[in-house]
């Protein structure tokens, strides 16, 4: 039976790669609201045969084969420089860089500072849940203070390691005019899709770098029952990492 002959769900977003769905991600993880918010924005803005989409490494990697666009993988962070290359060789594309707070904040962070710096017309989102989910929960740049991981076991020392890693901030900060910066959170989908959706837009008009951090819950690694998740992301994290938008091009101001 060919996919289109299979019965589907009737609210399945068109440009999910639909072979894949299932889809890999833990129960609970963030990852997949995520990406539903994007798969939901690209068939409103009907731009599913425009997009290339690239992951890195990292549990974002899973979502290698999640859309039914053309798609790339690329090492921490370097997806942002990937996607650039190919904005700038065809710019009729809308370029999607998507990875974890780890690749984007830390290993590969040169790549997201020197994208904004240069207001390159790409979009990044980036999952911030905490710490580094694939490689079975270390301490990352957004690590609560005391927050407890694999590599921090009595809680984040931040006069050791210091303060959680604030992203929208820095890239409101060092970006140009014509960017857009966000931070959503997958406790409030409506918003954060309304974000991804504006960050999406703010490519297609052309205007400048698009950023949005993400806040989610990795509950494997924080080993948290479904309330407890979620109650770390909507307390915990949300009261250190401020939802809201960051940069907004002026005419929208
Ligand atoms: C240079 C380098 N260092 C370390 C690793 C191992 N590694 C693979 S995935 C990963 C963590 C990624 O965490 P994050 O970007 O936060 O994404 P998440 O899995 O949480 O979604 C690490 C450290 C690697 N692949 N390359
Ligand atoms: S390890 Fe964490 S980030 Fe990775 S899929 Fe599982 S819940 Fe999601």
Known sequence: MSVEE???????????????????????CGHGSVL???AESIDELGIQDKVVYGCDIGCSLLSWD???VDSVQAHHGRTT?????????????IGIAYMGDGGGYAIGSQH??????????ITVFLVNNANYGMTGGQMAPTTLPSQKTETSPYGRDVELTGQPFLGPEMVAAITSEGAYVARGTVSN?????????KALENQMAGKGFSFVEILAGCPTNWRTDAKSTWSYI??????????GEYKVPAKEE
């Open 6 to 28: 299979k019965s589907l769900p009737p609210k399945l977003p068109k440009s999910y790669r639909l072979e894949s769905k299932p889809h890999k991600f833990c129960p609970g």
């Open 36 to 38: 539903r918010a994007i």
């Open 234 to 243: 909507e307390n915990d994290m949300a009261n250190y990492f401020k939802v």
């Open 189 to 197: 989908y409506i918003q954060m899709k309304k974000y991804v959706k």
């Open 66 to 68: 999640f859309f039914n």
């Open 112 to 121: 997201l500072v020197n994208a904004a710096n240069r207001n390159e017309k």
């Open 81 to 93: 420089p990937v996607i650039t290359g190919i904005k700038r060789a065809n710019p009729e594309v």
